[in-house]
């Protein structure tokens, strides 16, 4: 399957020479240390515990990829129809809007992302990072604020590793991404020294990998992170459904 969102032509521009400073705050889990930018809560930093030297996310870059169009942990994309209507494509990181940070409950960080996805999405999307028997939980709740169902299709949430895809050794990373498409869903991230510790990314709830799609175009070098895409529903007038991802160590 084809990724369905292409990438306006401002994100191809290469970032100014001095790029800002990203201001993060830090995070931490049983097995994990990580750090979420303050005004998109992705994620910029992920770092087991058992080796804080060794970084998951391509980290290092966060400056240079802080431009429109690059994908990040924590990002989503998806489709939209109305009944009788058009699809209509909708993307947290094509043309970024600081999102509207919540205070709720046993979460970690919270924020309306409904800013950053687009004018005019009849949904209102609430992400969450918390923790839940020791892992590190992404989730994101989609309600339909409109009056009319909503149909939701192919919601895709990139998973941006420091990675070569295995198989491809042409390309650069530090690790190597396994992704296992349908039953027993998940995404397995491997150092390419072979050391421990192994990442490992598992449905939330009711979000299997139903199919691995890389990006409709590369917008820089190594940008072509693949995104974790589940099944779409249908949502009525005030109804919700909640997707996300697990991150464990192993």
Do not use: C
Not at 14 to 41: C, G, H, M, N
Not at 66 to 94: I, M
């Amino acid at each position: 399957m084809k990724s369905l969102f292409a990438l306006p032509l401002l994100a191809a521009l290469s970032v100014a020479a001095v790029a800002a400073p990203i201001e993060t705050k830090a995070y931490s889990t049983p097995q994990l240390l990580f750090a979420l930018r303050t005004d998109t809560q992705t994620l910029a930093r992920l770092v087991p515990v058992s080796d804080p030297s060794f970084d998951f996310t391509p980290g290092p870059r966060e400056e240079e990829r802080q431009a429109d169009g690059y994908a990040h942990l924590g990002d989503l994309t998806l489709r939209t129809r109305l009944p009788g209507g058009e699809w209509h494509n909708w993307s947290s990181f094509a043309a970024r809007k600081p999102v509207r940070p919540e205070l709720l409950t046993r979460t970690l960080a919270a924020a309306d992302m409904s800013p950053t996805m687009g004018a005019g999405l009849p949904l209102k999307i609430e992400r969450r990072w918390l923790v839940e028997r020791g892992a590190l939980v992404l989730r994101f709740t989609l309600t339909n604020i409109s009056r009319q169902r909503v149909e939701v299709a192919a919601p895709a949430m990139p998973m941006v590793f420091d990675y070569i895809l295995a198989g491809r050794a042409s390309q650069e990373g530090a690790s190597a991404v396994h992704p296992r498409v349908g039953d027993n869903s998940s995404v397995t991230v491997t150092r390419l020294d072979q050391q421990p510790p192994v990442l490992r990314v598992e449905p939330d709830g009711k979000t299997p990998l139903t199919s691995w799609a890389p990006p409709a175009s590369k917008i820089a070098p190594n940008e072509d992170y693949a995104s974790w895409v589940t099944d779409g529903f249908t949502l009525a007038p005030g109804a919700k459904r909640s997707i996300g991802v697990r991150f464990l160590v192993r």
